[in-house]
């Protein structure tokens, strides 16, 4: 009975996505090697024979045969007697294998298996987790709305992980449903105990800069840079643009005839009023197209502090 829970724990894991098959071996071992010291004090003369394909696996006990009185090391060594009931050859000097059953455990340290081994899988699940979201900060995502809460909206993505969209790094006019498809960047991952908590936002500044990579070619091509972007999401943004080829002119590309390839962009982030201008090395004019359409008739730089002071 106990014997085949074990067996099926390992059929639960062994088609798991995101555990290769050598891990799984690896992780197999260790839960065994571990019990087996508890059991016996030492691992060191056990040999592991695990085949996670039939979800079965055999342990082997090596012995050296000593006289009869001769035994100090119940784990290490067997008498002659006891030997020669496995094979009536055996000589003292010789070595035996013996095969050690699950049920030689004993019950509690089979359960206590069954129970490390899927902590294991998991600890190894949650790790993989946090590595591919960590690389995955700062880009954009989409996943579906799971479940609304008041300060906070529970997303699922297609592998079934668990995406969190804090009611603050929502723009404000944000009104998502059950089954919605929400994109936003993924800002941050924290372990929480053991397992990952993924942040998405749409606030972000570099969410709308990723959007013009994703919206306009020239962009995710690197004809056109995005040098600076500024948001009060929802309301308004600005967005420095450059390029290194004069045929092209950044602000019209990232714009389009009649606002067609913004447009797209301004309707993710609830309307919010995009304004593009040309990035420029000269501080001053720099500010002064940042500010238009207000009208600047001076701009004066604090050159200890470096801000600019406008009239």
Known sequence: MENIALIESFSEFKDDKLIDRV????????????????????????????NPDKGDMEIWRRRIVVADDDLDLENEEITLTEARKIEADFEIGEEVSEEVKLIDLGRRAILALRQNLISKIHEHDNTNLYKQFKDLIGEIYTAEVHHVRPRVVILIDDEGNEIVLPKEKQIPSDFFRKGDNVRGIIESVE?????????????????????????????????????????????????AVDSYDDRIDPVGACVGMKGSRIHGIVRELGNENIDVINYTANLQLYITRALSPAKVSSVKIDEEKKEPKCF
């Open 191 to 239: 372990l929480k105990g053991n397992k990952p908590q993924i942040i998405m936002s749409r606030t972000a500044d570099k969410f709308l800069e990723k959007l013009f990579e994703q919206e306009i070619p020239e962009v995710f091509d690197g004809l056109i840079m995005i040098k600076n972007v500024v948001r009060i999401p929802g309301e308004k943004a600005k967005v």
């Open 23 to 50: 891990t799984l071996m690896a992780i197999l071992e260790d839960v065994f090697r571990n019990a087996l010291k508890k059991k016996y004090g030492s691992d060191d003369n056990f040999d592991i024979i695990i």
